[in-house]
Every structure is written in C-alpha cells, then in structure tokens.
C-alpha cells in the first residue's frame, strides 16, 4: 500500500498530474486544506485576485487564449457564488474551466452552516458537469474526469465541489483509471462516418450549384483550430467570409474573401450578403439573435449548411437544408477534397455594390478607429486583444485589423461586463510573449478595476485602455434610438483613473486629443509592467449600423434617427 | 395542433443527473404536461418520462438537449402516429 495522502494533497497532485500550472483562486475557511496542501506542490502557480468573479474570468481568459483548461478556485458560500458570473460567461462561450470549491464539512451539508450555499444546484445549468465529492479515494478520478469533460467535445465549464473534511481524510492516491481519462462511457457527439459523408457530398452538391454562396465562421472554428482549412476551403471556392463576434480572428482581417463581422452590428454590406445569399455554410456558429436579428426574415434565400460539433444546435435557432455533426476541422478538410474550385466574382462585386461608407460615430480627431490603429501598429500586429461588453466592444470588433487567429477574446454570448481585466490576467499567462491590451468602457472597468492590485503583486504587464465617455455607452444608445432620449441612470461617474493607477504603483496616461494616442500607447507598450491609457473619447457617439433589436438584418439604423420615437 | 409525444429517457440514478435532467426542461422551457420517475429494472439507472404538447420538431429538439448529457443512456420520443422513433443521436 502506497503512502496515504489528504484529500486536499490528492487534488493537487491530481491537478499536477493532469497538467494545469496556473491556478486562479482566493482562499476561505472551507478551502484551507486545500490552500495548506499547495505550497507542497511548486508547479501549481497561484493567482491571488480579489474577486472569486475575476478567478473565473482569468481562467477562462487562460482556457482561450492557451487552449487548455483554466483553474480557478474558491472557497463555500461567498467564494462559490462570486464565481457564477465568470462560469456563466465561460458556458455560454464554450470555455474549458475548471472550477474547485470548498464546501462545508459533509455532516453540515444541508444545515445551512455558515458559509454553506449548493453551489451544485445553482451551477447545474451552466456547467457541463459537477461533482459533489464524498470520498477523497474518488478525488483523483473525479479530477481526470472533469479536466476530461471540460475539453472534450463542446467545450465547457465543470465545477468540483469539496466538502473540507474530506479534503483532510486521508486516502490513497491512485492514478486516474482509463475511464475517468475521458476514453470512457461519456457520450460523444457526433455522427457515424457514412451519415457525415453523406452530409459533405449535400453540401458539395449545393456549393456547386450556388450562385451567391456565403461562408459563416464562429468560434467553432476557433476552438478546433480549423483556421488553415477554413481559409483554403474559401480561396479553392472562392466564397467569401463572414466572421461572427467570436469568430473574429479565425480569418484574416484585409484578405480580400473577408466581409467581417454580421447581426446587430454588423456593416451594411455584410448584413446584404446575408440576405442574398442563396447558400449559406455555417461553421462553428449557433445563429445567435444577435448574429441572425429576427429570423423570419434571416437569409430568406438561403438553403443553410450548418456544421457543428453539437447535434442540438442543428436547427435551433435557423432551419437548416443539410446539418453536419461533426468537428469544424475534420468536416471543412472533407469538404474541401469535395468541393470543385470555382470563383463567385460576380458575387463579390454584388457584394461591392452593398458597401456603404462607414457612418462617423464619432467627432473629433481622438477616434476609437485611430486609437485601435494605434494599438496595432505599436505592438507590430504581436497583440492580443481582450474586450470587455458594450460599445467599444463593437468598435474593437469591427476596427482593430486582425492577422493572426484567435488575438481578440470577447465575452460574447453572455455578454459579461466586467470581464476584459481579468480574462487578460489569464490571456498574459498563457501567452507571455505576446502584448495583452485589456479595453474596456468606463462602466465595465469600474466593475473590475481592483485586479489592478493583482496585477502588480503577480506581476502581470496588462495593458489597461479604458474608452471613457462619461456614460454607460450603449445602454445610452439604446435609450437615444429606442427610448426618446431618455438617458435613465447612464451617466457614470469616474475617479482619475491616472491618479487611480498610480495609486496601485501603475503609470496611467490621459489622451484627450488625436495627436496624443500614439505616444500614449507606445510608452504602455514600453513599460516592463502594466500600464493604463484613458482616452476621452466622444461622449454620445454612436456605434452604427444597428439593427434594431428583433428586426431584419435588411433594416439597418445607419444614422441618428430624425425623431426618436418612444418605445 | 402540436400532438402528445412522450419521451423516455434512461439515466443514471444519481440525484444530480436527475436534478440535471429536469432542469432541462425547466430552462429550456419545455411544455411538460406530465413527469414521472421510475426504477429501469437495471441497476443503477433511472427512468424518466414526461408527456409534451408540442411538435415533432420540438420533442426532436428536446431529446437532443438530453443525448448530450453526461450520466443520459438513451432517449426514445414516442408519439401516438408512430410509437417506436428513437430519436437520432
């Protein structure tokens, strides 16, 4: 009998063994076992943040930026539910996260203790997986099993709960049985090899027949790495490319098949190609609303090709006229041996025909657009960048030139402001060479600016732009356009934020004019640790077009309404 | 008219899947008209069946949110014109 271990030591050598190296966490009484066990195990690096919620953005910054799972721990009760917001994000975005939580001792459980919440009844619909562990004999199994599920398939949080008496029983370690590995019973989505050729052959079939055909990358296409496949499939079809908000980046910005980004706000012509096309393949996408406005009226010519490593996404949202289970890799590589080369230059130029000139949302000469250049050139394209939630979102989507995949790293499907500081914690660690420009607006900075602090202690050189227009911007738009106007509790207020950063020991600069952005940005470049920019940018500006919420792509707001009307 | 289908689903009988499974229904918004839980007659695993007011498309739909839950065997949707369609995987 090998030496007995507690459960706490158990999950950390578990951990070890599985490969993770940085954890994100904060401690608390329920999880002092675990916190005892760690400095026994040096290749476990601990971020202390301060904010559970922070712990789980940095672990799913880390999970997509590195594409390995991300580890983020907290204790029973507070800790726990200040994780939720980040397992949230990281569900809705397909993020492999990890998160391990102390519970209160098992004879507790369900006394409402102090410091007790069921932390496996609230995360039930937004994890994978999670696991309440009873015996610490299971703990190295469970580990395996979680890190298994959290990466397989459709990507996703799984969260491991553990009571502190069983962190400290003691038990042996054995190695993770084949099972808990992930080459066991779990079910794999995915079709049988003749129902998936079937389906290549259906899409080829329509692809040749196509006049107007469209290609639609999602985050699929990220997260199987299917950027080389994509972009040949493309250039052999000569189809152009439509990239969703999480899919940015997965094509090249400037290549000459590239539209951009569709939906809400997406550019005129963009939107146009959407509702011409006669065939639409879509890879790694969910039709999100927001991608897909109200869809009665989406593509209306279109017979759909939905390729997804889900079966349910298969005409959830859209009817599809050929749906393909199956990764976006190995499906894009069989459909390019299948599909004969061709070109759509007639359609491309239709397409030329849609573009409009960008309408000014802004000003003045100190424009998101020049400020995003700005970053570009600075870092000489060796930049990654992370978003927070609102209008500057859409501007850092829409402006900033991507070259290399998977550089811009959003909260998409939830939307989670707040989320931008501390997913760039986690992008940092899992990509050190690269710049880590972490934007926000002024609201969503405002909700996580104390992982300043967790910037300097663990010296981590974020770069922090914060877009501030004194308002929480596109809340504000939203009541221009569709609320007369009414600007109802979104005025923000704002501390100096140079005077803030130097507070943490942090260089902060202000630019309020055009002429001031590079120097701003390239001496937060220069600086070895972090660094902060204000820009005060325009305070109303718009982000345009924008299709009203549950309207028709084909009905774009492309300037400030004459009269707003009320809702 | 959406018809009745009932759907089927053999599960492990662990009180999280089960939680896991009828949080399902409820998130989704699923009309359930009916619910019931029953031992399978195999160790260990479950059976759950619930009745839909709902289209084929719907059920098909809702069979798929539970094919790819961990600790789900199978799901079989049953409806009054054709009792014995398994709902694909």
């Not at chain 1, 969503?444 to 104390?450: E, K, R, T, Y």
């Amino acid at each position: 009998m090998s030496e007995l271990l507690t459960g706490a030591e158990i999950l950390c050598r578990a951990l070890v063994d599985a490969g993770v190296d940085v954890i994100f966490g904060y401690p608390g009484g329920a999880i002092m076992p675990f916190y005892h066990a760690l400095p026994d195990y040096p290749r476990l690096r601990h971020v202390l943040v301060r904010h559970e919620q922070a712990a789980a953005h940095a672990a799913d910054g880390y999970a997509r930026a590195g594409g390995r799972v991300g580890v983020c721990v907290a204790t029973s009760g507070p800790g726990a539910t200040n994780l939720v917001t980040g397992l949230a994000a990281a569900h809705m975005d397909n993020s492999p996260v990890l998160a391990i939580t102390g519970q209160v001792s098992r004879a507790m459980i369900g006394r409402d203790a102090f410091q007790e919440t069921d932390i496996i009844g609230i995360t039930l619909p937004i994890t994978k997986q999670n696991y309440l562990v009873q015996d610490a004999g299971d703990l190295a199994d469970v580990v395996a099993e979680a890190i298994a599920v959290a990466r397989e398939g459709r990507p996703g949080p799984v969260l491991i709960d553990v009571p502190k008496d069983v962190q400290n029983q003691k038990a042996e370690y054995r190695d993770p049985s084949t099972r808990a590995r992930g080459q066991g019973a779990r079910p794999t989505p995915g079709a049988s090899a003749g129902l998936l050729e079937d389906g290549v052959r259906k899409a080829a079939r329509l692809i040749a027949g196509a006049e107007r055909p469209l290609l639609m990358i999602g985050h699929g296409v990220i997260l199987g790495q299917a950027y080389v496949e994509v972009r040949a499939l493309a250039e052999k079809t000569g189809i152009p490319v439509v990239t969703t908000l999480l899919g940015i980046s997965a094509f090249p910005d400037g290549h000459p098949l590239h539209l951009g980004m569709p939906g809400m706000h997406g550019e005129v012509h963009v939107n146009r190609a959407i509702q011409h096309a006669d065939v639409i393949i879509g890879i790694g996408l969910r039709f999100d609303d927001r991608v897909t406005g109200n869809t009665a009226s989406f593509a209306p010519q279109a017979r759909i090709v939905h390729v997804d490593l889900d079966r349910s996404e298969i005409g959830k949202n859209v009817p599809v006229a050929v749906g393909i289970v199956g990764d976006a890799r190995d499906v894009t590589r069989r459909l390019l041996a299948a599909v004969e080369p061709r070109r759509c230059e007639r359609w491309l130029e239709h397409i030329r025909g849609f573009t409009r000139t960008r309408p000014a949302s802004y000003r003045g000469d100190l424009s998101p657009e020049g400020i995003l250049a700005s970053i570009y050139e600075t870092s000489h394209g060796e930049c990654t960048i992370v978003s927070d939630v609102g209008q500057h979102q859409m501007w850092v989507a829409k402006l900033y030139p991507y070259q290399r995949p998977n550089t811009h790293i959003t909260s998409g499907g939830l939307g989670a402001m707040g989320f931008a500081v501390p997913a760039a914690l986690g992008v940092h660690l899992a990509r050190p060479n690269d710049t880590v420009w972490a934007i926000s607006g002024d609201g969503g900075f405002q909700m996580n600016m104390a992982e300043m602090a967790t910037m300097v202690q663990e010296g981590l050189p974020v770069k922090m732009a914060v877009f501030n227009n004194g308002y929480l911007g596109m809340v504000r738009q939203w009541q221009q356009f569709f609320h007369g106007k009414r600007y109802s509790c979104t005025p923000i207020w704002s501390p100096d934020y140079v005077k803030l950063a130097e507070a943490y020991g942090i260089p902060g600069y202000r630019v309020k004019d055009g002429s001031e952005v590079a120097g701003a940005v390239a001496r937060a470049n220069a600086e070895p640790g972090p660094a902060l920019v204000e820009f005060m940018i325009e305070q109303e500006a718009n982000v345009y077009p924008m299709i009203p919420p549950g309207g028709s792509l084909s009905e774009p707001i492309e300037a400030e309404p004459a009269a707003a009307a009320g809702d | 008219m959406p018809s009745a289908h009932t759907v089927a689903v053999l599960l492990d009988d662990a009180l999280v899947t089960l939680n896991r499974a009828v949080g399902v229904l409820r998130r989704r918004n699923v009309p359930v008209e009916g619910l019931a839980v029953h031992p399978s007659g195999t160790a260990g695993v479950s059976r759950l069946t619930f009745v839909l007011k709902a289209d084929a498309v719907t059920a098909d739909r809702v069979a798929q949110q539970f094919h790819k839950m961990i600790g789900v065997r199978s799901v079989m949707v049953l409806t009054d014109e054709d009792p014995t369609t398994e709902a694909r995987p």
